[in-house]
């Protein structure tokens, strides 16, 4: 709704300036949607004729030719109506009445007995909970409050016979080393005056079934190749045409599959330390990496396939093996999944339910019923889904953040809430998981809440006691969790993005559009608190801007080394948060136009298979590791080479170290000094050549001029749309920053040291760019 408005240009672009306060009224009023359905002779000869809705958003009541055919409540499922018997030859009228959730709880919300907690909703009538639609819409510490209202996606008009398939699954009901045992199912719309049904595999054969709403069939795929996720080995995905007939020998429907074999566990012993929270995959446990993943969009509707699939590529080319997809936004298209599966990249599936607390009445749970019985085979089919997970924070929500006091919820109120959670994370969905899948399934994450030393040894947890307490940016790198499922530190966009919803007399901390984009509470003091302890006091804006980002970079960096180096007492690492649903500062290491911060470059470092890096000691020195998650020891041939910052080598050295695998090997680097630089060499796993550079710290040196420094484009391919970017440059240059003033600049690397001499760094884009479209920035 929101968007067509924008569209017609009755409303602005709520991301610029303050516009998001002209959208707010929308979500007071009730809307109206009419259309018109041309009905042919021919389309009500068929069987059924029906009307569907793949995402409805959110209460809505639908009517055909003025007789109500039903009423949609839940935006995470599709709705089906058979309308055949309301149709008529030539035009019929469509009109969906839709109540925005504030209008549809208004009277139930202020006659409940109590209201549930949702901090994050903070409207006078904060009825989050108790809406099945996307949660972050109602705001979040990262988020613009906009409640969609419309379709998520075109509305279907459907004529078939008999009937027709609307969902699939596959499952890995038992996997041996020599044979897997397989159930794949399909459901059926409109099944039941179906008769017999002939199934027929291109893999498997055919089998003649009984007429059911879910056709099954079992079969042994024996010698199997197994999925793996990446760097533990190859995503073989089967592929198999499926079609289905009536006893008549009419084509119902046919569809192509792609499976991967696979068996995920979710192990949580006891040992030494406390509670262990490890992901094994085929019997091998896995160190997972990777992100918590949010809407590409505060508008679901506009985020397309191929969005997805770039988000997922992105993970790939920053060496993730998983993806977190966090339970306040919504669950992505098949696309999203496809590209997991081909790409390696695990997923670990919340629930969409976050930081509040939920009912427990009858048509609540069978709305979450309907909703989870549509998902859960949807995602499970994918090798890719590892674990499902019941809700983000809602557990340690209600026992740390003072949800009684605050919402004055005591003895029966209370119980009342906790009865709830039971009946929905800990019997509904986990009864759903068990029937549906073979996915481990575990009621809520965080496991352990932060702050005392010993919640760090008791399965997930969320770190984040630097952004929302007191501990210093070094705690990162030593408050670690037997699996660390979120933790981060926010930054500023860079400039191109700034641009889009901001003019230059808004760069300043303390402008009204700059307030009103940082969300977090603590935001920009807490950026310039740290920066400043880091990097000094920023000259202006722009070196502020800078100086998050390199914060960013580093905190994040501290706290992926000390969680790899910990392994296998540790077992993951997500840092919070991968993306961006609007232009503004946030936790994202890639903005809501793609832009990489620095601390994607340096998780594309941190995160190899054979990883260098770097740790300071309690002295204060630096410590070199080589890092592998890989299953095998193998012999790694290792040199550097140091030099000072005036790019005269000093000494080299090469070695062979028995690299452990899923371990940390310590790498001796001797006479190394302040104002070095070093960069190691090294060949990964699979022989392919590795290489990262350091300096040394603390640096005393002179900084560079402009003067000192030229850059210019070679070999622009406007047919590939790429280019070389060259560097020349007489000084060393600390975390060298180069950056486009224009969208749609990819580059290779960046936030770089640089030696003096020349130096070169690919770029991708979409429009032919000139050297003026670039800027630096070097400390």
Known sequence: MQEKLIETGELPDPFYGKNENLFSWIENEKWEFFANILLTKEMQQMDFVEIEFPGIDTYAEIFLNDSLVGFAQNAFRPYYFEVKNLLRIGENKLKVVFYPPIVYHRKAYSSARYKLPAPNDVNEIAVASYSRKPQYQF?????????????????????????????????????????????????????????????ESALFGTQILESAEKLERTETVLEPQLWWPRGQGEQFLYTDTWKLFSESGLLLDSMQVRFGI???????????????????????????????????????????????????ETMAQSNFNMVRIWGGGYYPDAAFYDACDALGIMVWQDF???????????????????EIEFQIPRISAHPSLVIFNGNNEVDVAWKNWGFQLKYSLYGKDALEIEESYAK?????????????SAAPYIHTSPLSNWGKDA???????????????????????????????????????????????????????????????????????????????????????????????????????????GHRLDAPRCMGTLY????????????????????????????????????????????????????????????????????????????????????????????????????????FTWKDAKNENKSRVFSETPLTYKKALASDVKVYITDVD????????????????????????KLGIRFEQNFLDLLPGSHSIKIQFEETPVIEDFGMKWL
């Open 576 to 679: 919070w948060q991968l993306n961006d649903c609007w232009p503004a500062p946030s936790w994202s290491s890639v903005d809501y136009f793609g832009n990489w911060k620095a601390l994607q470059y340096k998780m594309k470092d941190d995160y190899e298979g054979i990883a260098l890096l770097r740790k300071t000691s309690e002295d204060g020195q630096s410590e070199y590791f080589l890092v592998s998650d890989q299953v095998d020891t193998f012999s790694c041939a290792l040199s550097y080479a140091v030099f000072d910052l005036n790019g005269k080598e000093l000494f080299t050295k090469s070695i062979s170290k028995l690299v452990q695998g899923n371990g940390a090997t310590k790498i001796c680097v001797n006479g190394l000094k302040k104002n070095h630089f070093i960069r």
């Open 139 to 199: 705001g979040w510490d990262w988020s613009l409050r906009m409640n969609t209202i419309g379709f998520l996606k075109p509305v279907k008009v459907n004529c078939y016979n008999t009937a027709k398939a609307i969902g699939k699954n596959v499952t890995v009901t038992n996997l041996t080393e020599n044979a897997s045992e397989m159930r794949f199912q399909i459901q059926l719309s409109r099944a039941r005056k179906a008769g017999k049904i002939r199934w």
């Open 718 to 741: 406007v047919t590939a749309k790429s280019a070389v970017l060259h560097i020349d440059n007489t000084k060393f240059l600390k975390d060298f920053w180069i950056y486009s003033r």
């Open 262 to 312: 696979k068996k995920s566990e979710l192990l949580q012993e006891k040992d030494k330390w406390g509670t262990g929270y490890v992901i094994q995959i085929n019997g091998r446990p896995v160190f997972c990496k990777g992100a918590d993943y949010i809407p590409q969009d505060i508008f679901p509707a506009r985020v397309k396939d191929a969005d997805l699939i770039k988000m997922v």
């Open 455 to 561: 919640y760090y040894n008791e399965g997930t947890q969320h770190y984040w006691g630097v952004w929302h307490g007191k501990d210093p940016l070094s705690d990162f790198g030593k408050k670690i969790g037997r699996f660390n499922a979120e933790y981060g530190f926010q930054s500023f966009p860079e400039f191109s993005t700034l641009s889009t919803f901001s003019e230059k007399k808004d760069w300043d901390l303390e402008s009204d559009v700059m307030k009103h984009h940082q969300k977090s509470y603590v935001g920009n003091g807490m950026i310039l608190k740290h920066a400043k302890l880091l990097y000094g006091v920023p000259a202006n804006f722009e070196t502020f801007v800078y100086y998050s980002q390199l914060t960013q970079a580093t905190a994040v960096s501290m706290a992926v080394t």
């Open 352 to 370: 969409m339910f976050a930081c509040a607390m939920y009912p427990g009445d009858s048509n609540f749970l069978q709305q979450v019923k309907e």
């Open 424 to 436: 929905l994370f800990k019997q509904l969905i986990p009864k759903a998981v068990s029937e549906l």
